[in-house]
């Protein structure tokens, strides 16, 4: 399972109810903010998350809108004794301006008080925890080196009790050392493989997030039957020109990759002031109706198949 938290949802400028790109991905005791546009810091505080274990930032591209909240959330950083260490990862593109930002602005030449590496990405594989992982692939924007991310849960085979039960393997290590993939040797003697106590290989949860995107016709075999696609909707149908000469997506545009991809979720961000929630929200029903429009503290956890929204409760509707 993965979870998700939107702590900004407007393109481009603020609103009074939205703020500039922001999201927490959460797997286990992994945290990764994807994004961070100004105001970040404050959200974080708002959606009563914290920033305990918020060291591993994902940046899509390297607009304004979605990396300007750096500068304030390192200067906080640097100042607060518990993140002993940031990561940054990101495209060229991306990585310069947030070097510039980081290293010209906030740093002017002095040498950060906490480690901070900034890791150029590429298309692939670039974290890997031990039952998941997170991959990068291109996207169409204005600028090169954009970039969408996959969070993939590792398919596994599961342990069948009924069937440890039924060949009196007796608790102890000989049942983790089969979860492990190997032969145990039991105390009376026998060997028993790992085919004899689990079950047919099951997939993971996979969760696709696509920040700013102009196209979606290269983005079908990526998406291909992910649990949920997370993905901008700038604009509505009436405004198609607009759209492309911004390299931005409708709202029936976004829905049409979810059909084409055959995902099973779709939540739309990065939308805009000029609309109103309930006209973007059904465009996209009227394509693909399993669609939601994320709101600034919404929570989702994200599983096979399903979606679930949790009550996150921000901290100043107490
Ligand atoms: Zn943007
Ligand atoms: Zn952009």
Same mark, same amino acid.
């Given at each position: 399972?993965?979870?998700?938290?939107?702590?900004?949802?407007?393109?481009?400028?603020?609103?009074? @109810?939205?703020?500039?790109?922001?999201?927490?991905?959460?797997?286990?005791?992994?945290?990764?903010?994807?994004?961070?546009?100004?105001?970040?810091?404050?959200?974080?505080?708002?959606?009563?998350?914290?920033?305990?274990?918020?060291?591993?930032?994902?940046?899509? @591209?390297?607009?304004?809108?979605?990396?300007?909240?750096?500068?304030?959330?390192?200067?906080?950083?640097?100042?607060?004794?518990?993140?002993?260490?940031?990561?940054?990862?990101?495209?060229?593109?991306?990585?310069?301006?947030?070097?510039?930002?980081?290293?010209?602005?906030?740093?002017?030449?002095?040498?950060?008080?906490?480690?901070?590496?900034?890791?150029?990405?590429?298309?692939?594989?670039?974290?890997?925890?031990?039952?998941?992982?997170?991959?990068?692939?291109?996207?169409?924007?204005?600028?090169?080196?954009?970039?969408?991310?996959?969070?993939?849960?590792?398919?596994?085979?599961?342990?069948?009790?009924?069937?440890?039960?039924?060949?009196?393997?007796?608790?102890?290590?000989?049942?983790?050392?089969?979860?492990?993939?190997?032969?145990?040797?039991?105390?009376?003697?026998?060997?028993?493989?790992?085919?004899?106590?689990?079950?047919?290989?099951?997939?993971?949860?996979?969760?696709?997030?696509?920040?700013?995107?102009?196209?979606?016709?290269?983005?079908?075999?990526?998406?291909?039957?992910?649990?949920?696609?997370?993905?901008?909707?700038?604009?509505?149908?009436?405004?198609?020109?607009?759209?492309?000469?911004?390299? @931005?997506?409708?709202?029936?545009?976004?829905?049409?990759?979810?059909?084409?991809?055959?995902?099973?979720?779709?939540?739309?961000?990065?939308?805009?002031?000029?609309?109103?929630?309930?006209?973007?929200?059904?465009?996209?029903?009227?394509?693909?109706?399993?669609?939601?429009?994320?709101?600034?503290?919404?929570?989702?956890?994200?599983?096979?198949?399903?979606?679930?929204?949790?009550?996150?409760?921000?901290?100043?509707?107490?």
């Amino acid at each position: 399972m993965f979870e998700i938290v939107f702590l900004g949802t407007s393109a481009s400028a603020p609103s009074a @109810h939205r703020g500039l790109s922001a999201q927490v991905v959460m797997h286990d005791e992994y945290r990764f903010l994807v994004d961070c546009g100004e105001g970040t810091q404050r959200q974080i505080l708002r959606s009563g998350l914290g920033f305990k274990r918020l060291n591993r930032i994902l940046i899509t @591209h390297g607009h304004l809108d979605h990396i300007l909240g750096l500068a304030g959330l390192l200067s906080t950083y640097m100042r607060w004794e518990s993140v002993e260490e940031l990561e940054i990862y990101g495209g060229q593109w991306a990585l310069e301006r947030v070097r510039d930002l980081l290293f010209g602005v906030v740093l002017r030449g002095a040498s950060p008080p906490i480690k901070l590496n900034l890791y150029e990405i590429q298309p692939g594989v670039f974290i890997e925890g031990n039952d998941f992982q997170v991959s990068a692939f291109p996207v169409t924007h204005r600028g090169p080196d954009c970039y969408g991310f996959l969070f993939e849960e590792k398919s596994r085979r599961p342990f069948l009790p009924e069937m440890a039960e039924a060949l009196g393997i007796p608790p102890g290590p000989w049942r983790r050392m089969l979860v492990d993939g190997q032969t145990a040797s039991l105390p009376d003697g026998r060997m028993i493989t790992p085919d004899e106590v689990l079950g047919p290989q099951v997939a993971g949860t996979r969760l696709a997030h696509i920040g700013d995107v102009g196209r979606v016709d290269d983005l079908v075999s990526v998406c291909q039957g992910v649990d949920t696609l997370v993905i901008e909707a700038t604009y509505l149908e009436e405004e198609v020109e607009m759209a492309r000469q911004y390299s @931005h997506l409708t709202a029936r545009q976004a829905a049409e990759l979810a059909v084409q991809a055959e995902v099973r979720n779709l939540i739309l961000t990065h939308v805009s002031r000029r609309y109103r929630e309930r006209d973007v929200l059904a465009e996209a029903r009227s394509v693909f109706p399993n669609t939601r429009v994320a709101r600034d503290f919404d929570m989702f956890q994200v599983k096979r198949t399903e979606l679930i929204e949790v009550d996150l409760k921000p901290e100043d509707d107490r």
